[in-house]
């Protein structure tokens, strides 16, 4: 039998930064009953007081008076039905060790982009490994939309996944606004390596970028990342018919490769710009998930051997000190 998620459930959200807040405030939006565990002291205590992040989008008020604050995470996952993962996933492991009680009887949610280093896996494939949950207990919110956006309440469009549109629907509830369009998908695998990918491919962007690379190669370099996107979608992970030009994968790889929000494409500029990837990192005041992720996702194209020259040289650049002009001169022979 089908998991299924209930009309009205609960809902608790996991992590602190811009991401998790602005979905935060969309749940106080919609009057849904939620947790949010936030395990940073001075976040906490600032939102308990002023209905501020301090950290992250500091100039948005929160209504917090529907959301149980909370640092300690077995009480903001026992009062909730789904469990929607934001935090970072380099830290996710870390975050989720202190935690005891079960998932078994929980619908979890990924809103993270990235893959867990140290296991070589998405997110949904680590809970689903690691927390013996099936696939229909899992889901994937994603799309082309910043938080900085969603959080001042630009018009931006969000992809909800399950392997149940019934449940996807239902999670769709929980954040539809007037500025938020829904669409819903049951592609749980394909969209969420997508959104990986696509930091990856940010990173190659902000590389030319501050190398000096113009909008000509610029563009050249975005459609070749959307094509070796789709070989390994299509080669890599054959289960399913996708639509790759549709938003939740075409439209957040431009996002994220030309917005000026976008993290991964600032690390790429300050490397570009003769930084090592230690020192753009130390630059940096919020995770960028590409940097993970270029270390990882090679194991996953070499796996299956799908060429995906954009990735290697990122990778190289990144984790094995290449030159990034060096790497970016040799990249440009092989694009089309």
Not at 182 to 211: F, H, M, Q, R
Not at 218 to 228: D, G, Q, R
Not at 266 to 291: H, I
Request: glycine fraction near 6%; charge should be negative.
């Amino acid at each position: 039998m089908n998991f299924k998620i209930k009309r009205g459930a609960k809902c608790a959200v996991v992590g602190y930064g811009s991401w998790a807040t602005a979905l935060a405030k969309l749940l106080a939006e919609n009057g849904v009953c939620a947790s949010w565990w936030v395990g940073n002291t001075q976040v906490l205590e600032s939102l308990r007081s002023t209905g501020h992040n301090c950290r992250y989008l500091n100039d948005l008020t929160m209504d917090t008076s529907r959301i149980t604050l909370s640092d300690n995470l077995d009480l903001v996952v026992s009062q909730a039905d789904v469990i929607l993962l934001a935090a970072p996933s380099a830290y996710l492991e870390q975050t989720l060790a202190s935690m005891t009680m079960s998932l078994q009887d929980k619908f979890v949610v990924s809103a993270i982009k990235g893959i867990v280093p140290h296991e070589l896996t998405t997110v949904i494939e680590y809970v689903k490994n690691h927390h013996g949950l099936n696939p229909d207990q899992l889901g994937v919110i994603t799309g082309p939309s910043h938080a900085e956006e969603v959080a001042v309440e630009k018009l931006s469009y969000l992809t909800v996944v399950s392997t149940d549109l019934e449940n996807a629907h239902t999670l769709g509830e929980m954040f539809a606004t007037p500025y938020i369009h829904l669409s819903y998908s049951t592609d749980l695998y394909g969209i969420e390596y997508a959104a990986v990918l696509k930091n990856i491919y940010a990173i190659a962007v902000g590389i030319a970028v501050g190398l000096g690379y113009g909008d000509n190669f610029l563009a050249v370099l975005i459609s070749n990342s959307a094509l070796e996107m789709t070989r390994l979608l299509r080669d890599g992970l054959p289960d399913k018919q996708r639509e790759t030009c549709a938003s939740a994968y075409l439209g957040d790889l431009l996002v994220t490769c030309y917005s000026e929000y976008s993290r991964n494409r600032r690390l790429g500029q300050l490397v570009g710009r003769g930084l090592s990837a230690s020192e753009a990192l130390d630059e940096m005041t919020q995770v960028a998930e590409g940097y993970f992720a270029a270390g990882c996702v090679r194991y996953i194209y070499e796996r299956y051997s799908i060429p995906m020259p954009i990735a290697e040289m990122v990778h190289r650049v990144l984790h094995t000190d290449a030159d990034a002009r060096e790497a970016m001169q040799e990249l440009t022979a092989k694009l089309i």
